[in-house]
């Protein structure tokens, strides 16, 4: 008997119902409820099989398992606290979810996901007490939050005159574990690369449906001069990237590859060269992302604290 996706699905909401037990017919490759059933065919174990109850233990330890697999700390912490409270515990999981439609989306695939590979380990347990082939391995289909619900286009005017606060937010959060004065001269240094003219800057937003800024990724186009120009023998166009930030809400859902993504394909439309980015602190972490798509490293920055080295010397 094959287990269709209709059928996987008949056999979730049998073994949901807190009422009624529910009965695989292997004959038939359908779903019928115990009180439509004769007593002579619920005790037929060659034909009738019993769908298995799901606790509400059961459902607990699903949540448990998806708050654990969740990337998005402001969240994840929030639901923790929702399962480590004695009343409620179900009513505030839902509640906390409704808040956020793209994590409220992230918990009915990550739940189909679940069910749907627990009726298919059942169903090989089956098969294999009646002597039945086992299933064959199939490929779990494992798809992404849909971020369409997030709108990605240029920046406008009002966005650009927020970018310092922004990329302060940004800067302070990477390199928080710095001294308080170092962090500061690194952030003039940084802002010395952002052109005066805005004009100039090219920045992509990512916005909720609700069009609240999501993220924004930001940068400026440079060419040789045309000495510099003449002297290198070429004149690539280079765009540096110059940051990128996601707010604390919105991430673990892929934003930031998303606005990457944006960034590389714009840059690739105006007919730049390279794409470079330095990483300061710990937003170094996004290296690994940085390798898978393409890029190269090219230089290493340190710095010495001279009070400690005339105190040492």
């Not at 490293?297 to 040492?312: E, I, Q, V």
Request: glycine fraction near 6%.
């Amino acid at each position: 008997m094959e287990l269709t996706p209709e059928l996987i699905d008949q056999i979730i909401f049998g073994m949901e119902n807190q009422i009624s037990y529910y009965y695989l017919d292997l004959e038939q490759g359908k779903v019928e409820e115990e009180s439509q059933l004769e007593e002579e065919q619920r005790t037929d174990e060659s034909r009738y099989i019993l769908i298995p109850r799901w606790s509400s233990a059961d459902g607990f330890q699903l949540m448990e398992r998806f708050v654990d697999s969740l990337r998005n700390p402001v969240f994840r912490e929030r639901l923790r606290e929702a399962l480590a409270s004695r009343k409620g515990v179900f009513r505030n999981f839902k509640n906390i979810l409704k808040e956020r439609e793209d994590i409220q989306r992230l918990w009915f695939q990550f739940k189909e996901r679940e069910m749907r590979t627990r009726v298919l380990e059942w169903y090989e347990q089956v098969c294999e007490a009646l002597g039945f082939q086992k299933l064959g391995p199939e490929r779990e289909e494992t798809e992404d939050l849909v971020l369409t619900d997030f709108v990605i286009a240029p920046g406008n005017p009002e966005l650009k005159d927020r970018l310092e606060e922004y990329d302060l937010k940004a800067f302070r959060e990477a390199c928080g574990e710095n001294p308080r004065d170092l962090t500061h001269l690194l952030f003039l240094a940084r802002r010395a690369l952002v052109p005066k003219d805005p004009d100039k800057l090219v920045v992509f937003q990512a916005s909720t449906p609700e069009g609240e800024t999501a993220g924004i990724v930001w940068g400026t186009d440079a060419w040789l001069s045309p000495q510099a120009a003449k002297f290198f023998d070429e004149d690539p166009g280079v765009s540096f990237l110059l940051q990128f930030y996601v707010e604390p809400e919105y991430r673990g859902l892929g934003l930031a590859r998303l606005l990457l993504d944006t960034y590389i394909r714009e840059a690739f439309g105006r007919e730049m060269k390279r794409v470079i980015l330095d990483l300061w602190g710990n937003a170094q972490s996004m290296g690994r992302v940085l390798d898978e798509h393409g890029f190269s490293r090219y230089r290493s920055s340190f710095y010495l604290d001279l009070d400690a080295w005339g105190k040492n010397g």
